[in-house]
């Protein structure tokens, strides 16, 4: 039963995980750097969210829209003010730059929304017994949400042309190119992609336990597992890691303490890495 | 302030300025002359603090060792400790692509944040080692700063030395083209490991005099913000590759980081909870201003001259 009941909050948190792992899979395809700000990028998506619904009393599926839209073009924003400039120069350089993006994200939420802690909706919820496992309305609000999220992905990436040119150009960017695909526009809708699932990601966490200035950075090491396990430039590989990521993590209660849960994340990554650096679905080779 | 407090302030800032040199060089062994990225500078930075202070400190019941050791022998089990752990780590991770060596290496140094904070037997968990000798007598920060500064100034001779050594320019061969430099015969890995280790085993003297230096470590003290951006801050500002040009950047980054604090405090009572995050977005600007503006940092790096070949002005081949 125990088994049962660390299956269903790994799925919790791997859903989680995947949502955050496209975002990041994506942007290393078509930008070839590791976008150290990602976590930061979903606490910002969550505090806003909150902003939402502490000053105009909106439900926080209805506040998650506008949130969504501002952590897109923060993106963006950051992408023009900082990265960009540093594309002609060595990747590594972008993702030095990326690091102190994160950086600049956490100390701006807290100075803006402080350092303590907040929840989006006080109050107790009852958690419903199904055959002897607990579950909270609120995880299963993450399940609904993510799966959603996975599904307009899925739509988009293979519906239309945008989606398409993306990874196209995160499988072969110099075949992309010459392909004429729309460069520029394509790194455009990647950052607003990424970031919009980032938001979606930050608030799902938010709901599954609460809001600190580092719940971000502190999934960002699961999520560079899960995008690296699934295959680098794969989307539909970053789902896949995702869960089994946050699947082994729960699991790994069974073994060890769980103050070491993250460990097992980093565990994995650095045994794919050595084992199968391509990832599960074969993406960029190292 | 007064006269005491301000010499008491200038003893500390020059102390922990040259232990922030020490781990800055060891990044320019590694970063700046090797191309190896390493984004987990706290870990080591922690791993040698708590090695030292375990050797060094009072004998306690809170947690494991206080044996009381000098600190030379602290500072060379430091330098041990860290050197294994960078050819485990550097084992696994040499080959990989430097973002995913900056990925590991962020890794290793949050699972040995997570170990120091639960492992309280040895590490006295959240509440930290105290007690932890000083070298000489007790309160005696000048000898401190003269051995810091010591250490710092044969730590840069020895990394200036390699630069110019054939074993240095190997190193920046492979920085600049890897495969020119496995066709040239060299064993890529194994120049990047070394680079790794010895880069590494700075960081962890850096701990043993940092424990040392303050007598108290506690894991707050090595987060990833002060532990390892500052010093990517330091090296880059300074110029990576440069090793004068690294001590300088230390010294203005360390100069810019400490005079902000001075300026927070000077915010309203209310604003004082905020004043760290200000600080921190502040030094996070400073670095994306300086990668936009000036990559190459304040003094950029120069081709060394060969050792024992003096330098004539060329004549033009005719070849």
């Known amino acids: ?286 | 302030m007064s006269t005491i407090g301000l010499y008491q302030y200038g003893l500390y800032f020059l102390t922990t300025a040259g232990i922030y040199g020490i781990m800055a060089l060891g990044l320019n062994l590694q970063w700046g002359l090797s191309g190896v990225f390493n984004l987990g500078i706290a870990g080591f930075f922690a791993v040698g603090a708590y090695t030292s202070a375990i050797l060094t400190a009072a004998p306690t019941p809170d947690h494991w060792g206080g044996f009381a050791l000098a600190l030379p022998a602290g500072a060379i089990a430091a330098m041990l400790a860290c050197a294994v752990l960078a050819v485990i780590v550097g084992a696994a991770t040499i080959k990989l692509r430097s973002d995913y060596l900056a990925i590991a290496t962020l890794g290793i140094a949050e699972v040995i944040r997570m170990v120091i904070k639960n492992e309280g037997e040895i590490t006295g968990g959240v509440r930290g080692i105290a007690g932890i000798a000083s070298p000489f007598d007790a309160n005696d920060q000048l000898t401190t700063l003269a051995l810091v500064l010591a250490a710092l100034a044969v730590l840069f001779w020895l990394v200036e030395r390699a630069r110019i050594s054939p074993w240095g320019r190997v190193l920046r061969a492979i920085r600049e083209n890897e495969d020119g430099s496995r066709a040239a015969g060299k064993n890529v890995s194994r120049f990047r490991l070394e680079a790794f280790v010895v880069g590494s085993a700075f960081m962890g003297l850096a701990g043993a005099f940092y424990a040392s230096f303050i007598g108290f470590i506690s894991p707050e003290a090595f987060q990833p913000v002060y532990g390892t951006f500052l010093i990517w801050v330091m090296l880059i500002a300074g110029g990576s590759g440069n090793n004068v040009g690294v001590l300088v950047g230390t010294f203005l980054v360390w100069l810019v980081w400490s005079a902000s604090s001075m300026l927070t405090d000077l915010l309203p009572a209310g604003m004082a909870t905020q004043a760290g995050a200000i600080r921190i977005f502040l030094i996070g600007l400073m670095l994306q201003v300086i990668l936009l503006a000036r990559p190459e940092g304040l003094l950029p790096e120069k081709s060394p001259r060969l050792i024992g070949r003096k330098h004539k002005s060329r004549k033009p081949s005719s070849d």
Request: charged share 10%; glycine share 10%.
């Open chain 1, 1 to 286: 039963m125990e088994f049962l009941q660390l299956t269903y909050n790994g799925l919790v948190l791997g859903s989680i995980l995947a949502l955050g792992a496209i975002g990041v899979t994506m942007i290393f395809g078509v930008l070839r750097f590791a976008h150290f700000a990602h976590g930061d990028l979903m606490t910002v998506g969550a505090y806003c969210t909150l902003t939402f619904v502490q000053t105009l009393h909106w439900p926080v599926w209805l506040a998650a829209l506008p949130a969504l839209a501002l952590t897109a073009v923060l993106a963006v924003v950051l992408d023009q003010l900082f990265y960009r400039r540093l594309r002609r120069v060595a990747p590594v350089i972008l993702l030095i730059s990326s690091f102190a993006t994160a950086l600049m994200l956490r100390a701006g939420i807290q100075i803006i929304w402080g350092p303590g802690s907040e929840v989006f909706e006080r109050g107790i919820s009852i958690p419903w017994r199904v055959a002897g496992l607990v579950i909270t309305p609120d995880s299963l609000k993450v399940l609904a949400g993510a799966a959603l999220m996975v599904f307009f992905v899925h739509l988009f990436l293979s519906r239309t042309k945008m989606g398409k040119s993306m990874r196209a150009m995160s499988d072969n960017v110099d075949l992309a190119r010459i392909s004429g695909v729309p460069v520029k526009r394509v790194i455009l809708v990647t950052w607003l992609f990424a970031g919009m699932l980032a938001a979606v990601a930050g608030i799902l966490l938010g709901v599954n336990t609460r809001l600190i200035p580092t719940m971000g950075w502190n999934t960002l090491l699961p999520i560079f597992a899960a995008a690296i396990l699934g295959g680098v430039g794969k989307p539909y590989g970053a789902i896949l890691g995702g869960l089994l990521i946050g699947l082994a993590m729960n699991y790994s209660v069974l073994f060890m303490p769980s103050a070491y849960k993250l460990s097992v994340a980093f565990v994995i990554m650095i045994g794919v890495l050595i084992l199968r650096p391509q990832g599960l679905l074969k993406g960029i080779k190292l």
